[in-house]
């Protein structure tokens, strides 16, 4: 386990700013450009093409966020709030809601009907939602700047409510700050990276204003969570790392992807043996709480580790 204490000041922390921004940029410049299929206004190209990847992250965060939502559920009678950052079409939603995997989920979006219009698809997707086991007592709010993903994902219904906003360059809106307010568990599944501190200056106003609600994050290992986790214990965040523990995000898109980040993670000195080097993108997943939280179940113990 690795922890920071909340509050808990880096010496060498403006330095750290430059470097983590710098690096952001340089692996996701590294990193296969996907921008074509993020913004479809259904998910049948977003799905297709990430099933060739093994994409599977969300599957590998299901059981970790069930357990999370299981914990936070002993403390209130009213369903848990959760806010997906970076929810895209609402893969988090569809798997935390309902009892499907991830392959049932693209297997469904890419049998889509060619030449379907939104509606048709739209009305399908509700139809195929509602014949699933729900589980009550969740309800999930998306952010993402994809407009036309969180547009489907709330029109089918996997999303609550969805605010197509780039946190890394806009402020929440009114009404969003609002609704922020009642959540419990914020969850991520690879957006660290592509958000970065700034996003999180802004969304913790909003999210902390009844209570610190907790935050887990499923990051690439190549993104330094340093400044994200300084940010975090300024608002009075403690954050652990899983250690001795990595969950798969997808296979390499080319050999040009992999050999950029393999020499990059071997600069940062993190060993691809294993993982990267073998194809393999992995993440590491962070749990940001309340100090008083963290002292009494530590992170190896709330998953059994």
Same mark, same amino acid.
């Given at each position: 386990?690795? #922890?920071? &204490?909340?509050?808990?000041?880096?010496?060498?922390?403006?330095?750290?700013? =430059?470097?983590?921004?710098?690096?952001?940029?340089?692996?996701?410049?590294?990193?296969?450009? @996907?921008?074509?299929?993020? *913004?479809?206004? +259904?998910?049948? /190209?977003?799905?297709?093409?990430?099933?060739?990847?093994?994409? =599977?992250?969300?599957?590998?965060?299901?059981?970790?966020?069930?357990?999370? =939502?299981?914990?936070?559920?002993?403390?209130?009678?009213?369903?848990?709030?959760?806010?997906?950052?970076?929810?895209? %079409?609402?893969?988090? &939603? &569809?798997?935390?809601?309902?009892?499907?995997?991830?392959?049932?989920?693209?297997?469904?979006?890419?049998?889509?009907?060619?030449? /379907? =219009?939104?509606?048709?698809?739209?009305?399908?997707? $509700?139809?195929?939602?509602?014949?699933?086991?729900?589980?009550?007592?969740? *309800? !999930?709010?998306?952010?993402?700047?994809?407009?036309?993903? !969180?547009? %489907?994902?709330?029109?089918?219904?996997?999303?609550?409510?969805?605010?197509?906003?780039?946190?890394?360059?806009?402020?929440?809106?009114?009404?969003?700050?609002?609704?922020?307010?009642?959540?419990?568990?914020?969850?991520?599944?690879?957006?660290?990276?592509? #958000?970065?501190?700034?996003?999180?200056?802004?969304?913790?106003?909003?999210?902390?204003?009844?209570?610190?609600?907790?935050?887990?994050?499923?990051?690439?290992?190549?993104?330094?969570?340093?400044?994200?986790?300084?940010?975090?214990?300024?608002?009075? %965040?403690?954050?652990?790392?899983?250690?001795?523990?990595?969950?798969?995000?997808?296979?390499?898109?080319?050999?040009?992807?992999?050999?950029?980040?393999?020499?990059?993670?071997?600069?940062?000195?993190?060993?691809?043996?294993? @993982?990267?080097?073998?194809? +393999?993108?992995? /993440?590491?997943?962070?749990?940001? $709480?309340?100090?008083? +939280?963290?002292?009494?179940?530590? #992170?190896?113990?709330?998953?059994? #580790?």
């Amino acid at each position: 386990m690795v #922890v920071r &204490a909340a509050g808990q000041k880096n010496e060498k922390w403006k330095i750290q700013i =430059i470097v983590s921004n710098s690096t952001f940029e340089d692996f996701n410049e590294a990193k296969s450009n @996907m921008d074509h299929i993020y *913004n479809q206004v +259904d998910p049948k /190209a977003y799905s297709g093409e990430l099933q060739k990847l093994n994409y =599977i992250i969300p599957e590998e965060a299901k059981p970790i966020f069930q357990q999370l =939502i299981s914990c936070l559920q002993e403390r209130k009678d009213k369903p848990i709030s959760i806010l997906d950052l970076g929810c895209s %079409y609402g893969i988090n &939603a &569809a798997l935390l809601k309902y009892d499907i995997t991830l392959r049932e989920l693209f297997d469904h979006w890419n049998e889509q009907k060619q030449g /379907a =219009i939104l509606a048709e698809i739209i009305e399908t997707d $509700r139809d195929f939602f509602s014949n699933l086991c729900n589980s009550d007592g969740i *309800n !999930v709010i998306g952010i993402d700047p994809a407009e036309k993903a !969180v547009s %489907y994902a709330e029109d089918v219904g996997l999303l609550d409510k969805a605010y197509a906003i780039n946190l890394e360059t806009n402020l929440l809106s009114a009404g969003a700050t609002d609704k922020l307010a009642d959540i419990d568990l914020v969850a991520s599944t690879g957006c660290v990276g592509y #958000v970065t501190e700034k996003s999180f200056e802004r969304l913790l106003p909003a999210v902390t204003k009844g209570r610190l609600p907790w935050i887990g994050n499923f990051v690439l290992r190549m993104f330094p969570f340093d400044v994200i986790e300084e940010t975090l214990s300024e608002w009075g %965040y403690v954050t652990e790392k899983l250690t001795d523990q990595t969950f798969f995000q997808r296979r390499f898109a080319s050999m040009d992807e992999q050999e950029q980040i393999v020499e990059q993670l071997s600069d940062l000195g993190i060993d691809p043996t294993g @993982m990267e080097a073998e194809g +393999d993108l992995h /993440a590491e997943f962070y749990l940001s $709480r309340p100090i008083k +939280d963290a002292t009494i179940i530590p #992170v190896e113990q709330l998953f059994h #580790v």
